[in-house]
């Protein structure tokens, strides 16, 4: 199965960069995603990593170290509207199937 | 194009009552899953499905769960008899096995049990 660690609740300025981590732990890891799930709406997708290092995607970067099992979405030049929860979430091979499992997610708090 | 479609969007119901939660696909996709969201347990597995077939039921908490994908566009989560605990929003998502995979998210349906 699956371990998805990431903090519960995160609190940054506008205009700053935050880091929220991820740490994982699983047998037949094929893939990472992070998603954004604004209050009372679905999750939608963000970023996805399978191969160590950063894919930056303009305001957002998702970084992957499968070694250490670990990764992290970095949220730049923050904007009240990134106020949501991120979730990270990884994907598993299993007999040569895809099990897609979540963490609890992080909710991220923009002040002024 | 349409996304995926989930119905109701919001149940309310008595204990004991029988619920039945359906999803539509997105279209040439091979994967359906089902997952349950509270605010204590974040978002939780129930069941998926590769091709129609299910694939790994293990999350299903109770027997009173039970899914079907009876065709590539149609499936169904239904809980009976349902109890309060079982008050959560339920997504559907569906996703093709390509270069990524990323999941597309039904809008989900608020259930809540009295």
């Known amino acids: 199965g699956q371990n998805i660690d990431q903090p519960t609740e995160m609190t940054a300025t506008e205009g700053a960069i935050v880091q929220i981590n991820c740490t994982y732990q699983?047998?037949?890891?094929?893939?990472l995603f992070w998603y954004q799930q604004h209050a009372g709406e679905a999750p939608t997708f963000l970023s996805y990593?399978?191969?160590?290092g950063l894919e930056e995607k303009g305001r957002f970067s998702s970084f992957l170290s499968r070694s250490k099992g670990y990764s992290y979405l970095l949220l730049k030049e923050l904007q009240m509207k990134d106020s949501a929860s991120y979730l990270c979430a990884v994907r598993d091979r299993w007999r040569g199937y895809q099990k897609v499992t979540f963490g609890i997610g992080t909710k991220l708090q923009v002040i002024p | 194009d349409a996304g995926v479609i989930q119905s109701p969007r919001h149940e309310v119901t008595e204990m004991g009552q029988e619920v039945t939660l359906r999803c539509k696909p997105i279209?040439?996709?091979?994967?359906l899953f089902w997952y349950r969201q509270t605010m204590m347990r974040g978002l939780e597995l129930l069941i998926y499905f590769n091709n129609n077939v299910p694939i790994d039921d293990s999350g299903m908490p109770e027997d009173r769960f039970s899914a079907k994908m009876p065709n590539a566009s149609f499936s169904t989560l239904k809980i009976q008899p349902s109890e309060p605990r079982d008050s959560a929003v339920y997504f559907c998502a569906s996703s093709f096995q390509g270069r990524t995979g990323e999941l597309f998210f039904g809008e989900g349906s608020r259930l809540t049990v009295l």
């Open positions: 699983t047998s037949g890891f094929n893939g």
């Open positions: 279209s040439g996709h091979d994967y």
């Open positions: 990593n399978v191969l160590d």
